[in-house]
């Protein structure tokens, strides 16, 4: 349970304080590196990452949607095809969680190449 | 086995990093997108919640200040004209980079790079009118004879482009995020492209539509359904002006044999009606206060970023506010401390096609004057996103470009039409705005103005000293009579232009004995004028109402003004309606059924406004459009191009001569006339409307019209706002239609204490995601207008930020 919550402040601060200075294909990378480092299992790797990552977006998407007032999320529903504005939420949060998952899982099952057979249960 | 999991797992999550950063045919890049800290997020902050207070700014020679009042509009305060202009370059940019990047890429023939394959027929059409040929030729003529130009063009440019290495990726317009592609370096050449892209969207020709025309009718009904000067011709500078010049000679020759074959070839698409503008100015005599007052509104396609951006220029020795155009120098339709003006278009002939006689399928030599010419070749390269490039070879003459050839448009192999056209000369637009952007009095703007080429506008003027003026100014060719309204033969030199009239014989007034000067794109001159001018696309409506209401208003204040721009009588109906009700037979009437009553007794009633709220317009537009194809959809042939006669024309001859052969179709069996025309448009309508009244519950004018302004990538819906409520119509004061209209109204009250006043169908912003983007649009809709007087550096009233640029 610490290793999940480790990971996901980490994770949660790669996205935040890194961020906003690199692509989200090089937070892909830095994820998968954190998880490797911290070495939770392969299912927790991937929950704690994707939820870390996901739910950092949503929050992100929702302060800067808080703060401006814009009516660009509304607009980019539409032009999008979605049916409301928290849909396009949602949908951030959850490509977050895709991205963030798979990045995890990869750093965790690349650890676990450099491990003997079942030293590791799935879940730690 | 833990080897082939992880193989699995890494090639989905490199898959997912790779497929959502690539665009899939329409499918922007999601995950570029979407991402909080780069995606369309960030594009959510209004500008007044992140801005520079200091930026360094490299070339400047001083500091600049930009002080932003509450409608986002910068007022730029420079030392001199170089910094200024790079300021412009740099806040322009700011504000509008891809609508500006967007627009030249248009007029450079390179939408396909954006779009894709879609667009390959329309950049070829652009390219083939030579836009591109004609902004190098322009850039060539300005660096070599016009240097003090250029460089202030280079100035400008190097702002955007300061601009442009300046942003991020989280900074960049939402447009290129959705499109996924980035700004290129800005130019000269580009800002040069821009002005004719501006001629391209404001001239037109009708010459092969016109050739097919004489072929079909003959020229006594072509002469007759659409004559040179209409009956009542309320010409741009008045009748009774005395032409105190000696014209240029040119005649005749004696015998002139058009072409004559018919013509089937997919002819370009042309300005469309309601492009046009009004624009005046009323002496100190008729206003309340005893200063000038001017007033222009442009009617220009309602898009959104808007086409127009205001800016207040200042520089140690001038300040000049107005409608700037993103990617041009300068004002263009404002204002300074002395003087101010406005522009509409001054639509004529200036464009002419030539059927070109080649030796042989290679085209390499044409005939001329009894002699084999060598033709040159421009190759245009397209690139088409997602596809391999498109060559496309554009064979020149000397009258210009071959446009309509056996690649392009035609149905015989045969066809070779070379478009001449004053757009393609050399010109230095440009420098007509800077010199009137710090103009004095009249001199300074007659000068100015000999600069101007193309597109020919109408310029109105007006000063602190208290002249009025108007001036009709392009290049125009000195033509004999007749000459180039068809198409011509390209091998016969006496259909080559003889020339240009002088900037001094270009139609013009100052201070007329009627103390005001005004124009609505109808006919410059009356016809004593002693060139041959024409044009198929004059308006006939507008500027009579104007000039009938300048002419009895008195005491005229800037509200006065504001009502006259959105003056919405229907001058076209109170002429046309009348005759169309007395040529209802009373029997036809007693036969109607309750709608048909209901309609009718709505427009007998009519007072001729249109207002948003009104059915009458909707009612007298659905019956005259019926009734006009009624009348002239029998001429029509597929693929073979013609125009039909205006609704001026149309309307006398009903008026007149409502018995004549020209009703009759002499396709069916009966007997066509006004009467059974009239009847059967009406029954017509009353399906229309009835069908309207079930579907939308709402025959309002409003509705029916559906006024919308549209985002430049007409896909983007929700950047767009679609059914806005607000009246007028074509040939209305008011001209607002579906998607044409107002596109900027200004009031401008000379003088100490004068002030200002304007507004268009937007906001400064071009950020979809700022709220400045379509602030002013309810506005403009209602007929409110915003103060745009010019302002000191300490008068700006609640300055919504200030930046400082230093060198």
């Known amino acids: 349970m610490k290793k999940f919550l480790g990971l996901f402040i980490l994770v949660s601060l790669l996205v935040v304080l890194v961020g906003p200075y690199v692509p989200y294909w090089v937070l892909m990378i830095g994820v998968a590196l954190a998880s490797f480092l911290i070495g939770s299992g392969n299912f927790s790797s991937f929950l704690s990452c994707g939820l870390s990552f996901g739910l950092t977006w949503l929050v992100l998407s929702l302060y800067i949607s808080i703060i401006t007032d814009s009516e660009l999320p509304q607009r980019m529903s539409k032009l999008m095809g979605l049916e409301n504005e928290s849909l396009i939420l949602i949908g951030t949060g959850v490509l977050g969680f895709i991205v963030g998952s798979f990045s995890g899982l990869t750093g965790a099952i690349f650890r676990s190449l450099f491990q003997r057979k079942n030293s590791k249960s799935a879940l730690s | ?807």
Not at chain 2, 472 to 479: D, T
């Open chain 2, 1 to 807: 086995m833990k080897y082939f999991g992880f193989s699995l797992v890494f090639l989905i999550t490199l898959g997912l990093g790779i497929a959502l950063s690539i665009q899939f045919g329409s499918i922007p890049p999601i995950g570029k997108l979407m991402d909080p800290n780069h995606g369309f997020w960030q594009n959510s902050y209004s500008e007044d919640m992140d801005f520079e207070e200091e930026l360094d700014l490299k070339n400047l020679r001083n500091k600049v200040k930009v002080i932003y009042d509450e409608n986002l509009i910068p007022h730029i305060f420079a030392d001199n004209e170089k910094d200024l202009y790079r300021v412009q370059g740099y806040i322009t940019a700011k504000h509008r980079l891809w609508q500006m990047e967007f627009q030249t890429m248009a007029a450079a023939g390179r939408i396909s790079e954006i779009i894709g394959p879609m667009a390959i027929e329309l950049d070829r059409m652009t390219r083939r009118k030579g836009l591109a040929f004609a902004a190098e030729t322009s850039l060539q003529y300005i660096q070599k004879e016009h240097p003090d130009t250029y460089e202030l063009v280079e100035a400008y440019a190097d702002g955007v482009n300061q601009y442009i290495e300046s942003l991020n990726a989280a900074e960049l317009p939402i447009e290129y995020k959705i499109l996924d592609y980035k700004p290129e370096t800005w130019s000269a050449y580009k800002s040069l492209l821009l002005l004719k892209y501006m001629a391209d969207m404001l001239v037109g020709d009708r010459d092969l539509e016109y050739t097919n025309l004489r072929n079909q009718i003959g020229q006594e009904m072509l002469d007759k359904l659409y004559p040179d000067f209409p009956e009542e011709n309320d010409p741009v500078i008045e009748a009774e002006r005395i032409w105190d010049f000696v014209p240029l000679e040119v005649s005749k020759p004696d015998s002139t044999g058009y072409p004559d074959a018919d013509i089937f070839v997919n002819t370009m698409p042309q300005p469309v009606e309601g492009i046009g503008s009004n624009n005046w100015a009323v002496s100190g005599t008729k206003t309340k206060s005893g200063n000038p007052i001017l007033a222009n509104d442009p009617h220009l396609s309602l898009n959104l970023p808007s086409l127009w951006y205001v800016m207040q220029l200042s520089t140690s020795t001038h300040s000049v506010k107005g409608a700037t155009l993103p990617g041009a120098l300068g004002i263009i339709s404002g204002f300074n401390q002395d003087i101010a003006w406005g522009v509409t278009n001054a639509t004529r002939d200036t464009r002419d096609w030539y059927a070109i006689q080649f030796k042989d399928e290679s085209r390499t030599e044409y005939l001329y004057d009894d002699v084999w010419v060598k033709s040159t070749f421009r190759i245009e390269e397209i690139k088409v996103k997602g596809q391999s490039t498109y060559l496309d070879t554009v064979v020149y003459t000397h009258h210009g470009p071959v446009v309509y050839d056996k690649t392009f448009r035609p149905d015989r192999k045969d066809v070779n039409f070379s478009l001449k056209w004053t757009a393609h000369l050399e010109s230095n637009e440009q420098k007509t705005f800077l010199l009137l952007n710090k103009g004095k009095n009249h001199d300074d703007y007659i000068n100015a103005l000999n600069h101007y080429t193309s597109p020919a506008q109408n310029f109105v003027f007006a000063s602190k000293d208290g002249d009025i003026a108007m001036k009709v100014q392009g290049r125009f060719p000195l033509k004999w009579e007749g000459q180039g309204k068809f198409l011509m033969d390209g091998k016969n030199p006496d259909f080559e232009w003889k020339g240009f009239i002088p900037n001094e014989h270009n139609p013009s007034t100052l201070n007329p004995v009627r103390e005001f000067v005004s124009s609505a794109n109808q006919h410059s001159v009356d016809p004593s004028y002693p060139y041959y001018m024409f044009d198929h696309s004059f308006e006939h409506y507008r500027n009579r109402r104007l000039n009938d209401r300048l002419q009895e208003m008195n005491q005229m204040t800037a509200q006065d003004m504001m009502a006259l721009q959105f003056d919405n009588f229907h001058l076209h109906a109170a002429e046309a309606l009348p005759v169309m009700l007395s040529l209802m037979d009373s029997t036809e009437i007693n036969q109607l059924d309750e709608m048909g009553i209901k309609y009718l007794s709505q427009l007998k009633k009519w007072n001729f406004y249109a207002f948003p709220n009104q059915e009458e317009p909707t009612l007298f537009h659905v019956w005259w459009e019926k009734l006009h194809d009624g009348v002239w959809s029998k001429w029509k042939t597929e693929g073979k191009p013609i125009v039909l006669p205006n609704k001026y024309q149309t309307t006398k001859l009903l008026l007149n001569e409502p018995e004549s052969e020209i009703f009759d179709n002499p396709a069916t069996s009966e007997k066509e006339t006004a009467k059974s025309l009239i009847k059967n448009s009406f029954s017509e309508m009353v399906e229309k409307i009835g069908e309207i009244e079930k579907t939308d519950k709402d025959y309002t004018w409003a509705n029916y019209k559906k006024t919308s302004i549209l985002h430049l990538v007409p896909n983007f819906k929700s950047f767009s706002h679609i059914n806005v409520y607000t009246g007028g119509g074509a040939g209305i004061l008011n001209a607002t239609s579906e998607r044409n209209g107002a596109s900027w109204r200004m009031i401008v009250e000379m003088g100490e204490g004068g002030e200002a006043f304007g507004i268009y169908p937007g906001g400064q912003s071009g950020n979809p995601g700022s709220k400045y983007y379509d602030n002013l649009l309810k506005k403009w809709a209602n007929g409110e207008y915003v103060d745009v007087s010019i302002q000191s550096e300490s008068g700006i009233s609640n300055p919504l930020f200030t930046t400082i640029f230093n060198n």
